[in-house]
Nanobody
Framework: QVQLVESGGGLVQPGGSLRLSCAAS????????MGWYRQAPGKERELVAI???????NYADSVKGRFTISRDNAKNTVTLQMNSLKPEDKAGYYC?????????????WGQGTQVTVAS
């Protein structure tokens, strides 16, 4: 069992920056990847960024060059640094953890944190 708790959401102007953090607890040894998804009203949830156990990262095309995902294994946290924010970045952001259960990958989710980008 893994628990994920997000923090750091808020209101920023276009071009501003925001940093989201996700703290993991429980059976964190089982995590093979952690990442961030976002979902705007009326839209499907989409992957924003992910970091796997090897340290490799992947980003959605829409955030490449602006967002950076990183991890701190000592603190069991994953951070999403968001720069040059755009109005279209407004969404609920959800921390995601992936574990291997033998038969496949299982997803854990945080409750989400709201990011609003508006002038």
């Amino acid at each position: 069992q893994v628990q994920l708790v997000e923090s750091g959401g808020g209101l920023v102007q276009p071009g501003g920056s925001l940093r989201l953090s996700c703290a993991a607890s429980g059976s964190i040894f089982s995590l093979i990847a952690m990442g961030w998804y976002r979902q705007a009203p009326g839209k499907e949830r989409e992957l924003v960024a992910i970091i796997i156990s090897s340290g490799s990262t992947n980003y959605a095309d829409s955030v490449k060059g602006r967002f950076t995902i990183s991890r701190d294994n000592a603190k069991n946290t994953v951070t999403l640094q968001m720069n040059s924010l755009k109005p279209e970045d407004k969404a609920g952001y959800y921390c995601n953890g992936k574990t291997w259960h033998g038969a496949g990958v299982y997803d854990y989710w945080g409750q989400g944190t709201q990011v609003t980008v508006a002038s």
